[in-house]
């Protein structure tokens, strides 16, 4: 029997026998998924003179469900150290608001305006050592803000970073002790990037004169890479709406640029990464129609075709993902009105 075949067996018994050992199958797909190829949201043996697969689908979500007491005009960000967080800017004023779920995203606790602190776009979420980073465009001007949280619900004081603006949401990504802001510069349309350890004091801006974007970029990262940390981008283009892709080792050097001419967006894009299931995963607003679309790659470089959401929409990105433990998380503002809808990554 191939290793691959029986690791599939492997998996057809985690399934028979249930969750006494769903945690064991998920240690193996982490470590199954590092060593094969992945194609068309199907994880493949690396052999390729094998046709033996486990046939795990990365495409199919749960159904949307509505979540009615809140709302926003901007995309909701999302981010976990084992809880997970939300944040998003208010419907009938630009406070940012928050709030924390225990349990997955299955249950949220009730909405927290923070109302020492406002945005014109969405706000940014990401984790560093643990705690809770959050980013935002200023209101009054264009300056990003930024602020750290253990629990997500408690804020420390904002702090203006005034030697860098945008105008469009900027983003965030954190693996381990680094955390990787990007955004769209406010005098012309290239990206730029900076680093912390902490959330709180960052590097030195360092513009992407190579790339440019009409809306704000997004970033994740994994400890999962060839060489340890590596973290991916994608943005809308600048003089069209295709998709590009890029990645890092640092946060500040990042590899040529690549464009996907199969998508397009007409706004901000949303990314993220999974450790368990071991991709980033990105997902977007269709070009032409509003329905949510979704993709997946293991190196951030080469993805997935893309697939089609049709059973959700939204009025503007960016879409906001995250990690469980054990699957993907999407939450974005609706297309008829502007409730935050949610729904969670299926893993047959």
């Not at 691959?4 to 982490?30: D, L, Q």
Request: hydrophobic share 35%; aromatic share 10%.
């Amino acid at each position: 029997m191939s290793v691959a075949i029986f690791h599939f067996e492997i998996f057809k018994n985690c399934v028979r026998y249930g969750n006494a050992i769903r945690s064991v199958f998920f240690i193996w797909r982490s470590i199954f998924l590092k060593r094969s190829n992945y194609i068309n949201g199907t994880i493949m043996k690396s052999d390729k003179n094998s046709s033996a697969y486990s046939n795990l689908d990365l495409t199919g979500w749960s159904p949307q469900r509505e979540l009615t007491d809140r709302a926003t005009r901007n995309g909701p960000a999302l981010a976990t150290n084992g809880v997970l967080c939300m944040a998003w800017r208010g419907l009938d004023q630009d406070n940012i608001w928050v709030s924390v779920s225990s349990d997955n995203g299955r249950t949220w606790s009730s909405q927290k305006e923070l109302e020492d602190r406002a945005t014109r776009d969405a706000p940014a979420l990401a984790v560093v050592n643990g705690k809770f980073v959050m980013a935002w465009r200023g209101l009054g001007q264009d300056n990003i803000w930024v602020s750290t949280s253990n629990d997500g619900l408690n804020w420390s004081p904002q702090k203006e970073l005034e030697d860098r603006a945008t105008r469009n949401n900027p983003t965030l990504a954190g693996v381990d002790n680094l955390a990787v802001m990007a955004w769209r510069g406010v005098g012309q349309d290239n990206i730029w990037v900076s680093t912390s350890s902490d959330g709180v004091s960052w590097s030195p801006q360092r513009e992407l004169s190579d790339r440019s974007t009409r809306n704000g970029p997004a970033v994740t990262g994994t400890s999962q890479g060839p060489n340890g940390k590596l973290f991916a981008m994608v943005w809308q283009g600048s003089g069209q709406d295709n998709l590009w892709v890029s990645t890092s080792e640092d946060g500040i050097n990042w590899s040529s640029q690549k464009e996907l001419t199969d998508r397009a967006t007409k706004s901000a894009p949303g990314i993220t990464h999974s450790d368990s299931l071991g991709v980033f995963y990105m997902a977007w607003q269709g070009l032409d129609q509003d329905n949510i679309w979704v993709s997946s790659s293991q190196d951030g470089i080469n993805w997935s075709p893309q697939t089609e959401l049709s059973d959700r929409a939204t009025q503007i990105g960016p879409i906001g993902l995250t990690p469980t433990s054990d699957s993907l998380y999407m939450a974005w503002e609706g297309l008829d009105q502007n409730n935050i809808w949610v729904s969670e990554l299926l893993i047959d």
